[in-house]
């Protein structure tokens, strides 16, 4: 992540701003009677509730000038995580109000009100449906793709009938100017739900692809060729991933991320490699020349520095580090094809884990670059025949040892893709041996 410390503390700062706007709101200007405290701290929660919700849009809206730093993927981990928050927060206000006043279950009594106490208990099974479905979707064999539309209703539902309930409720939103601040901040995050799933489509509709090749790269791994249609194609730095979306329509359900494995010096032809590891992908194998394609992006922070100076004066890197396993070698493609159109001079090692000889995704292209680049090439095979004589098991810590740089191992650039268990202990060990977290970029495929 290419960020200062200052950047850092003002994005979480302006992140807690923006979420607890909703509580600021209800304390500014003259205030009620105040009630006992776990009734005041029960209706805080859901303030604050109401705040982390809406900002959920925000972190799934895919702006590039937030995502160009952070990483889309870790935003949308983030995304994940806070969801969970959300959820807790929101639950939490019926539940302390209930405990401290049974009086407030009148809320959700259909004798006294029946369409508050619809909407009311709607919102409670609302949210526990976003909650189950989002941790156990692949156990309960929901597909991607109608997880993400009951996603975004669930949460437009939620959030719609949290601005009705506040207004109906008006006890800190009684005066006009707070009623209308309130609807503000609700249509605005409803706002941000439409742009990414209405308006971005539409601008995507005007600039289609085409399939022009599907190749196997190795058993079960396809890399699928695009060409732009009347515009001239997608900008984007190697390493970055796009959403692809197959068919006429750029509205289509399937849509799914994917690393950019072609050189960044030819935006006219945009390559994805892809592994049948799901319904959708295991179907890129017959996709038919000819299939009109749309691509959102690029998306991504898991790129190479581009000049020879680095971030904010500081020094530039003394060169880069892959370690990858699996098909976490796509976006490296991108890095590695980028840096030999560039005439790239920098010294690259490249540790790549596979599960066997015949498996090592683009070993011999690998090779071939090795020897135009300043390029040390690793292949760690789990599988080996015997007359192997490279890396054998495992991409572990010993393994990195043996072939990171010697000298000045803090100034170079490490980027980390593969299985979740490989990256994590990669990370790990590269922090142990003194490298910082800054020079540290990871990809992490699991982001839907």
Request: glycine share 10%.
């Amino acid at each position: 992540m290419r960020f200062s410390f200052r950047q850092a503390v003002g994005m979480v700062l302006g992140y807690l701003l923006l979420a607890a706007a909703p509580l600021l709101l209800a304390y500014l200007g003259p205030l009620p009677e105040p009630r006992p405290f776990w009734v005041e701290f029960g209706v805080g929660l859901g303030f604050v509730g109401m705040g982390v919700l809406g900002l959920q849009f925000l972190l799934t809206g895919r702006f590039r000038n937030v995502a160009s730093s952070v990483g889309l993927d870790l935003m949308l981990q983030f995304h994940r995580e806070v969801g969970i928050v959300a959820f807790l927060l929101i639950l939490a206000h019926p539940v302390i109000l209930f405990a401290t006043d049974p009086t407030y279950l009148e809320f959700l009594d259909p004798r006294v009100n029946l369409p508050r106490a619809l909407a009311l208990s709607s919102v409670l099974a609302a949210l526990v449906l976003l909650v189950v479905t989002t941790l156990w979707r692949q156990e309960l064999k929901i597909s991607y793709e109608w997880w993400r539309t009951g996603h975004g209703v669930l949460a437009l539902f939620v959030i719609l009938i949290g601005l009705v309930h506040g207004l109906q409720v008006g006890h800190y939103l009684s005066p006009v100017w707070k009623q209308v601040i309130w609807v503000v901040l609700t249509l605005a995050a409803v706002g941000l739900l439409l742009k990414n799933r209405v308006i971005r489509p539409l601008r995507l509709k005007k600039r289609p692809f085409q399939v022009v090749e599907v190749r196997e790269e190795s058993p079960g791994v396809w890399t699928l060729a695009l060409e732009p249609r009347g515009h001239g194609g997608v900008d984007f730095r190697p390493g970055q991933f796009v959403w692809l979306t197959l068919g006429s329509s750029p509205f289509s359900l399937q849509q799914h991320p994917f690393s950019i494995s072609s050189s960044a010096e030819e935006p006219g032809r945009v390559e994805l490699t892809i592994a049948e590891l799901g319904d959708f992908t295991s179907g890129i194998s017959s996709v038919p020349s000819g299939t009109t394609a749309f691509l959102e992006g690029p998306y991504g922070a898991f790129v190479p520095e581009e000049a020879e100076e680095g971030e904010d004066g500081e020094p530039g890197a003394a060169g880069a580090v892959f370690i990858v396993g699996g098909v976490g070698i796509t976006p490296v493609m991108s890095m590695l094809r980028t840096f030999r159109d560039r005439g790239d001079s920098r010294p690259i090692v490249l540790v790549h884990g596979a599960p066997s000889e015949d498996r090592a995704l683009f070993r011999d292209e690998v090779e071939a670059l090795s020897g135009m680049l300043d390029f040390k090439t690793v292949h760690v095979l789990e599988e080996a025949p015997d007359s192997w004589e490279g890396e054998r098991g495992l991409v572990t810590p010993e393994v990195l040892d043996r072939h990171l740089p010697e000298d000045g191992l803090a100034e170079w650039e490490y980027f980390v893709c593969g299985p979740p268990p490989m990256m994590d202990a990669v990370e790990q060990h590269l922090r142990s041996r003194g490298v910082p977290a800054s020079r540290i970029f990871s990809e992490r495929f699991n982001i839907v």
